[in-house]
């Protein structure tokens, strides 16, 4: 005998009884499995070969894995049989209603009680029924069900995305992740414009975001739309970068960095409208010339627009912590503009971080031996890596795996090539400093004679 110590589940477990009372004696079971396999194969798409047993228990079951195992699903206590729609009458259907708040559908195929209030308690109720008359005894609460669907929270929405629910916890219906992608494509599809653009095609990606051509209607004038989709940023720290991306970014204006015009949130993502460009990345550039480097005088001038931007956002405490070739443009009259400050940080220049961000050919021994340092010096670092590629068309530092290159930035050794010049490998050697203390400023790196010369 089975204990009942809440009066509630007991009054359920009479409501259930009852019902079984009221139904009368059985067909035979041959009549029943010939009528639950007509209904089935006109009114279901799941096999009802191998009828579903639905659990009304205050303890979870073990997950099964086939339909043969939910076939194979002991019988604990009372069954009850419903060959048709017309025998759950309206007194079921109250009670059911009643019985809601207390079931949840676990996992296709089985109905169960919330955790008990008492732990011993271990009252448990099975019922035997074809998932097609599943459907048709859930149909008539479906009404009652989508108004509690209503005030569902989108975090309940978030956390079962792969969920539409009738009632509480209760599964009836399931879309697959390609039916929410074409949803979602849909709505932004319906968005279309973002406001007062219309977007073309992608021109770029990045970690969290890809950037697409934009033409604003009233100027017919092009843009860059930098997209990022909200479900990339669920994550708060990802989301905080956005916010700050756009608020350092709004805050700078200079002819050598990317300028942001505006910026459009609709329900999907957030979108950087941003000055377009017209050319190609450093990266690309110095890969179509030989030996993949330029020519002294022509890195000298490009170096002296990107050092004259970097001076300029580290004298607003702005450090960009991922400075590289990819992340220079450069426009059709070969001027440089400084993009992606999705890492930039705001600080002064005496408050250090210990974030590990950047790209690792990039990044300076203070953040690969992972110390507090300072932002301004790491991007000085970076720069350094930088001018070194233009002039000889190698990284300073090279190897196989990310763990061999941070023991050999660790180290700081490099050796120069004959071919750069003194007056720039001077330069060079004061920007990888391994000292972060005694390394050039982006001011002092101006002043240098090399760009006299």
């Not at 005998?1 to 359920?12: D, V």
């Not at 051509?213 to 956005?242: C, F, M, Q, R, W």
């Not at 990284?395 to 090539?417: E, K, N, S, T």
Request: charged share 25%.
């Amino acid at each position: 005998m089975i204990k009942t110590q809440s009066p509630r589940k007991h009054e359920i477990r009479n409501l259930l009884i009852q019902r079984t009372q009221r139904i009368g004696k059985a067909k035979t079971g041959a009549d029943k499995t010939k009528k639950t396999a007509a209904s089935g194969a006109k009114d279901s798409k799941i096999s009802h070969n191998n009828p579903i047993s639905i659990k009304y228990t205050n303890r979870a079951p073990k997950t099964l894995t086939s339909k043969n195992s939910l076939a194979n699903t002991t019988v604990l206590s009372d069954q009850m049989n419903f060959d048709s729609l017309e025998e759950f009458t309206s007194k079921d259907k109250d009670g059911l209603e009643k019985m809601m708040p207390h079931l949840q559908l676990k996992s296709p195929g089985f109905l169960r009680q919330n955790p008990p209030d008492e732990p011993n308690q271990k009252q448990e109720i099975v019922s035997s029924i074809s998932s097609n008359k599943l459907a048709q005894i859930c149909s008539p609460l479906k009404e009652a069900g989508s108004s509690i669907l209503k005030n569902k929270t989108q975090e309940e929405n978030e956390k079962s995305p792969t969920q539409i629910c009738f009632g509480p916890r209760l599964r009836f219906e399931q879309v697959s992740h390609s039916d929410q992608n074409t949803a979602r494509q849909q709505v932004e599809e319906k968005e279309g414009t973002v406001d007062s653009y219309i977007i073309g095609n992608q021109i770029g990606k990045g970690a969290y975001a890809i950037v697409k051509e934009g033409i604003h209607k009233e100027t017919n004038k092009k843009v860059a739309i930098k997209i990022y989709d909200k479900l990339s940023l669920l994550e708060p720290n990802k989301k905080k970068n956005v916010q700050r991306e756009t608020r350092i970014l709004s805050k700078l204006n200079h002819e050598f960095i990317v300028k942001l015009h505006e910026t459009v949130e609709t329900p999907s993502t957030i979108n950087l409208v941003q000055e377009f460009v017209d050319g190609c990345s450093l990266h690309d550039y110095i890969r179509k010339m030989p030996g993949r480097k330029l020519q002294e005088d022509e890195a000298k001038r490009i170096f002296k627009e990107i050092m004259q931007a970097v001076c300029y956002f580290h004298s607003r405490n702005v450090s960009h912590r991922d400075i590289k070739l990819e992340n220079i443009l450069l426009t059709s009259q070969l001027k440089v503009k400084i993009i992606d400050f999705g890492f930039a940080i705001l600080l002064s220049d005496t408050k250090k971080i210990k974030a590990f961000c950047g790209t690792p050919s990039y990044m300076a021994p203070e953040i690969v031996m992972k110390k507090e340092y300072l932002g301004q010096p790491a991007d000085i670092w970076a720069c350094g890596i930088l001018l070194y590629v233009l002039l000889s068309g190698e990284f300073p530092f090279r190897a196989a795996h990310h763990g061999d290159l941070y023991i050999q930035i660790q180290r700081g050794f490099y050796v120069m090539p004959e071919t750069i010049s003194e007056g720039a490998k001077q330069l060079i050697q004061k920007m990888l400093n391994y000292d972060p203390n005694l390394r050039s400023t982006a001011k002092s790196v101006l002043e240098e004679p090399w760009f006299q010369s």
